[in-house]
């Protein structure tokens, strides 16, 4: 649900009852992952969506009765051979949705409010709740914060608490949602109970290095995947907000001197289009040892040799040179800005969920292949075909 944070907490600002549905589990070829969420209010206001159109009428139903019944129920969705155009996913995947009423008198509310809050603030903020185990702990909400202490509860043992914030912590540090499984004491062993932790975490940053024609193109495009896109140049007459009006940052300095004094993680992408040995090698000397996302260069063939070779004078390893992505982005056959920053993104993405970057015609791979919780091995309160 903290995907659809802001406009949530503008419903608990204003007062509003709501329920909410989110995708807790998927299999096979599901449209969307797990966090996923719809919500409806009171008047019957709709937000969000759990599975790209396949199941929302459903799923919207669900939560009008979870308001009118207060009930917090877990369903599955699910092709049907006999029916696939009536209530299922026709695309073939399964997916669990949890769907939990949120009302402005509800002891939980002030729970959801603050990872609502959170979230649409832009802070690190992962919500837990439990989605399969006893029915009174089904949905119970769990707020962690890295700098703050937890808030609510998931019920049951008090060291199920404990447990479920480290394991929620961990969850957060890496920026990711997932399960867990812990016994309803808060250890390995007992009584099984499922735990769906949300991270909501500030965007990824992408650091495009050389001010150049094509990187204002890329600029745009990391800003519509959701990155916090940062340009950087040494030549001042070149890294203007002019020429980069959507980047969040505009840097001036040399290149190696700015990536050793910012803050970089395992979500960060780096785009070198410079091209030109005297910023590239210090530069990728210093990027390819970093535990980033992505290291990606720009340059022609005969560029990019003589950049490897220069790269192993400075004492890179072959294992270092083997993360860089030279030259950068996939065969689209680019020719202008724009089609090379789209092929660009599209390796970005390729790298980051796993994908093969080959055409999904005639290809027989999973079209989602980042999908690895399946919804099989959960077994729901309720189930559809």
Known sequence: MLDIADDLNRWVEEGRDFAVATVVSVGGSAPRGPGAAMAVDGDGTAIGSVSGGCVEGAVYDLCVTALDEGGTVVERFGYSDEDAFATGLTCGGVIDVLVTPVRADAPERAVFAAALSGAARGGATALARVIEGPAELLGRPLVVRPDAAPEGSLGGHPD?????????????????????????????????????????????????????????????????????????????????????????????????????????DERTVLCVLTHDAKFDVPLLEAALRLPVAFVGAMGSRRTHEDRDRRLREVGLTEAELTRLHSPIGLDLGARTPEETALSIAAEIVAVRQGGTGRPLTGSRTPIHPDVTVAADHRSPSRARA
């Open 160 to 264: 199920l608490d404990r447990t479920a914030v480290g394991e929620t912590r961990a969850l957060l540090a890496a920026g990711r949602t997932g399960q867990f499984v812990v016994s309803e004491s808060g250890s390995r062993c007992g009584s099984a109970v499922t735990v769906l932790a949300e991270s909501s975490v500030p965007p990824p940053r992408m650091i495009v290095f050389g001010a150049v024609d094509f990187a204002a193109a890329l600029v745009r495009v990391g800003k519509f995947l959701g990155y916090h896109v940062t340009v950087c140049d040494a030549r001042p007459v070149f890294a203007t907000r002019v020429r980069f009006p959507e980047a969040d940052d505009i840097v001036v300095d040399w290149p190696h001197r700015y990536l050793a004094d910012t803050a970089t």
